[in-house]
Every structure is written in C-alpha cells, then in structure tokens.
C-alpha cells in the first residue's frame, strides 16, 4: 500500500517537473516574443520592468505635406536629465549656465523625476544647436541634449490623416507574422487607418538606463541610445496637402463659427486634396465624441448644387439650348412660385436657381432613360471611384480615401414618380453627394471635360526623401461630357456671379473672378421647431485660368443664418494672398 501510494507520488512529482519544464521551456525559448493568444513580447515586458526609458521617437511613419513639411509632429532640441543625477555630485552649474536658468530650478525637477525627464515636460525648452554641442561635449553619464519627435496637438487636416490608438489585439490580428507589438500604435481612421502597413514602427529610438528594483543603477551609470538600425525605415507618406492653405482655411471656418460643415479645396490640374476642413474639430482628450468624422467625404443633401448635373445632361442630350424658354413664375408642381422670375432660358435659370427648369428637365431626362441622372453624375466625376485607385504592391486596387457612395434614387419606383423626379432634379428627396464629389465635379467643367481621380497622396517615401512608390494622376474610368458642354457650363456658372440677376453677386467682389453654384438643401431636421438647412456654394477660380475648386458647406442651420457667401469669399481671398505672397 505504502509502496503504489510512493509510485503515485513519484509520477505526480515527475508530471509536474515536466510541466514545469515545458512551461519554462514554452516561455524562455519558443514564445518569448508571442506568448499567449494576446502575443506578448516577454522579452519587450522584461526589458521595461528593469529600464527606464525615454522615447524619442516612437518609430512610427509620419504624414508630411505637399512641400515635405510634417503634419503629424514636431522636432525640437531638448535637455534629458536622468533621475540618478540627484545620488550623485555632477556639474549642474555648467547646465543651468547653458541653458540659462538657475541650478536650484533643475535639482527641483530632478527631486520630482521617477523616470527620465525632458526638461520642461511639453512645452520643454527649445535648445539651439549650439547648446547642444556645449551640453553634450561635457559628457555627463544622465545629461543628454537630443532632438525629439513630439506628436502636434493640432494635427493640420486631422480627419482626412486619421487617428492613432493602441490595441495590441487588433495589430496582431492585422500583422499575424509581426512580433514587435507591445505598445505599438496603429491607424484607426482616416489615412493612418487606410496607410498603416507602410507606416508601422519596426523599432523605437530611445535612451535606456538598466535599474534594480528600487530604481537604483544596475550597471552603474551607464545610459544607452537605441535605434533602428535600417536608416531608411519608417517609411513616411507625402500628402497634397499645403499646410499654409490648410491653415488659412480652418481659421476661416473658425471664424465664421461652422459647427458642423466644412471646406475642400482641390489642385484643378492634378486633382490634388490641397486643403480639407471638417467641423467639428477632432477632440484630442476624446477623438470619438463627434469630431473625427470627415464631412468632406460623407454624403450630404446638395440642394441646388446638383442642377449643376441636370444642366449639363441636358445640354449634351441635346434637350435644351439658349433658346428654349420656362415658365419660373411657378414652382415645380405649377403653383405661383415664391420668387418669380417671368419667362427665362437656360443660361438665366442657372443663375437665379429657378427650381421650375430643372425639375422640368429631370423629368424630360428620367423619361428618355431611368438613369441618366446617374449616367451624368459619374461623367462629371461627382460619383463613381473619386478617390485615386491602383495597384500598389501586393495590394490589388488599393485606395487612399474611404468615401461615402453617393445617390440619386433609392429605388427604381422613385423614377417612374413624376413629383420625386422634380424634387431630385433640384438636388432634394433622396439625393446625397459628397463634397469631395462636388469639388471634382466643378473641376471637371473647369478642365473643359477631363475626370480625374482624387490624390490625396503623391508618394510613400523612405527615411531619406527619396520615393519608393509614387501615386501618378489618373484618368477616371467611363464617358464623360462633350467639350461643348463644359464650355457652356463655364459660361452659366460665371453668371451665378457676375450677371445681375445671379444668386452670388457678393463673390464678385472677391480677389480672384469666380464661377459656380449655390445650394440650400432642406435635411429633415428640426431645432427648436425651425427647420434646418445645409448651405453650400461649390465652385471655382481664377475664372479664366483655373487652378481651384472650393466647395464649402455649412450644415444644419437655420435659413437666416450660417450665410455661405462670406465664408466663400473669405476662403477664396486667404488661397490669393498665398499665392501672391
């Protein structure tokens, strides 16, 4: 009896060694970067319970603008003391004398440090490069004058570049064959979402200094600096973005208080996202709490914007010319209309925005074929693929913009409903297009025709500026409207201006001459028992030599306020004293 109970305990001895063994074995040798299903990096853990550490970059590609100015942060020199410096005597007069302060003020925030500490936290004291010779050609063990990435708190075009956040689940799940994901950071919106691979972090730069387990040396005072050893990695992303003009236009949207809209600017010639603004501003303590949504690429209600569409269909259907004559006393259902503007041709009606004709119009296209309303929106560039698409690598029609697909009709029977036909004719019912859409539409009619995708990045680039992929301008696939047409567009949308009859008379006196179209969208909302609006007005300028298209949009307003015109203006005179600075 004494004998079996021996044996069972000498095999659940040798059961648990073996356990133990494997387990050890499991941690020590075969998963120690990927442990357990949430793949933790033991030897990462390990490190960090026995360093402190300072981070000076944290590895991960940047956004820059057009001119490879950077969007996402900001270097500066700054002063990184170590908080073993108050165990020991060092020569913290020769610092405070570099630095210009006095020594008590830095033994006071080494008292405070646990870890190590730039000196003067954010807002740190910007060191010039000749102070930083000084300061590290005195070689103190714990004193280092470095330049260090700080991430903005104010991320130019911060919707269309996107947010960050930790999540090591999701970025195994993303990476399966990547073990460096310890607090590694990945894009959740926008274009950090959409660039992500490109823009991981391979490894940190950091200063390390090996503590015991009260915060003492471990090796003496022995600080380290490390770094990626590929120097041209991270990878960054050129965007087309002109920080200036990004600039200039948030300060106009900020001064005319849009809560909820914004403006897009495009390069004409490339079709190039020069400046995009969307209200309201991201919240950097709660990026989720309304403002990381980018209205420029969300379907909107366009209002009389989008008889831009019915315009141009039925000039090249051949339905209407300058001779035809309607009825813009009445409204679309023939009732006395509450502006009435007698009996006027095509050229007029898009000036004053005569609801009448366009509803008229709509419904002599929708007869002659259901969907030629879409057929022309795609032709004008207003939908279909906006956003740059291609083949990048390994990813096979990759795109740069995630953006909401627009609409005319919801279902096949609003197209055989006389009265839906006219309300969609004048950009109401079930309509919805982007901003992004619009801005390409308007320079399409400027560029005479030509569609073009939408570049929202021009290259993905190495360490040291040179490209390793380039994003070339493209064509947008199908049909597109006759040249003819788009001449004349570009004479009626100039006369929203500049005749005397026109709906904007007040963008006439902006600096550079303007072509385009207003746009009061009814939303269906209501606030404090008013019904609110979005007001638009797309276009673009110089009339004679174009180079911009605008699109500004001030959502959910009251129709006696949030007046687009000024914010138009205002915009368009900001992108001229740029130009002509």
């Known amino acids: 009896m004494i004998r079996k109970r021996v044996k069972l305990l000498s095999v659940l ?21 990927s442990f357990s299903k949430h793949k933790i990096n033991l030897i990462e853990e390990s490190v960090a319970q026995r360093t402190q550490q300072l981070i000076i970059d944290e590895g991960r590609g940047q956004f820059l603008d057009r001119n490879g100015n950077p969007l996402t942060f900001k270097e500066k020199n700054v002063l990184v003391l170590f908080p073993f410096l108050k165990r020991m005597e060092w020569p913290v007069e020769e610092v405070a004398r570099i630095i210009h302060v006095t020594p008590e003020i830095i033994e006071t925030k080494l008292e405070l440090a646990k870890g190590p500490i730039v000196f003067g936290g954010q807002e740190a004291y910007q060191l010039s490069d000749e102070q930083m010779k000084e300061i590290n050609a005195l070689k103190i063990q714990g004193v280092f004058a470095v330049t260090r990435k700080f991430k903005n708190d104010h991320v130019p075009a911060s ?31 926008g274009m950090q979402e959409i660039f992500d691979e490109w823009l991981i972090s391979e490894e940190q730069s950091k200063l390390i200094y090996h503590v015991d387990a009260i915060g003492g040396p471990l090796f003496g005072a022995d600080v380290k600096y490390l770094a990626p050893a590929n120097p041209f990695y991270p990878l960054n992303v050129k965007t087309t973005i002109d920080v200036k003009m990004q600039e200039a236009l948030e300060e106009v949207a900020d001064q005319y208080h849009i809560n909820k809209g914004g403006l897009l600017l495009l390069d004409i010639e490339n079709s190039r996202i020069v400046a995009n603004v969307s209200r309201p501003a991201v919240n950097n303590s709660d990026p989720f709490s309304g403002g990381a949504s980018n209205y420029m690429l969300k379907a909107l209600a366009p209002g009389s914007v989008f008889k831009t569409v019915v315009a141009a269909a039925a000039l090249d259907e051949g339905i209407v010319d300058e001779s035809r004559m309607f009825n813009c006393d009445e409204d679309i259902y023939g009732k006395p209309a509450d502006k009435q503007h007698g009996r006027i041709n095509i050229e007029t009606s898009i000036a004053v925005s005569c609801n009448r004709t366009f509803a008229d119009l709509a419904k002599e296209l929708v007869e002659k074929d259901p969907h030629s309303l879409e057929e022309y929106a795609g032709k004008l560039g207003l939908l279909g693929d906006l956003s740059w698409k291609g083949n990048v690598f390994h990813y096979e029609d990759f795109s740069q913009l995630q953006v909401s697909d627009g609409r005319i009709f919801v279902s096949d029977e609003e197209r055989k409903d006389l009265n839906y036909i006219s309300q969609t004719g004048i950009g109401q019912r079930e309509v919805r297009v982007t901003p992004l859409g619009i801005a390409n539409m308007m320079a399409t009619i400027a560029r005479g025709g030509e569609k073009y995708m939408v570049n929202a990045a021009t290259s993905i680039d190495y360490q040291n500026g040179t490209s390793m992929f380039s994003f070339p301008k493209k064509k947008m696939e199908g049909e597109k409207i006759s040249p003819f047409t788009a001449m004349k567009m570009q004479k009626y949308l100039r006369g929203v201006v500049n005749s005397p009859e026109g709906t904007a008379p007040y963008l006439d006196t902006a600096l ?29 300028f110089p009339f004679e030599d174009p180079k911009y298209a605008l699109v500004a949009v001030n959502m959910d307003v009251f129709i006696d306020e949030g007046g687009i015109y000024p914010i138009f203006k205002d915009s368009v005179d900001a992108v001229y004293k740029l130009e002509n600075e």
């Open 13 to 33: 001895l040798v059961i648990g060694l073996l356990t133990l063994s494997a387990r050890l074995m499991q941690l020590q040798l075969f998963q120690t970067e």
């Open 159 to 189: 919707q269309l570049i996107g947010i960050t956040g930790e999540n090591t689940e999701e970025f195994h799940e993303r990476y399966p064959d990547k073990v460096k994901g310890v607090h590694q950071k990945i894009g959740v919106t």
């Open 512 to 540: 550079y001459e303007i072509a385009g179209k207003t746009g009061t969208a009814q939303t269906g909302k209501k606030q404090e028992g008013k019904e609110l609006y979005n007001k638009w007005f797309a276009g673009y």
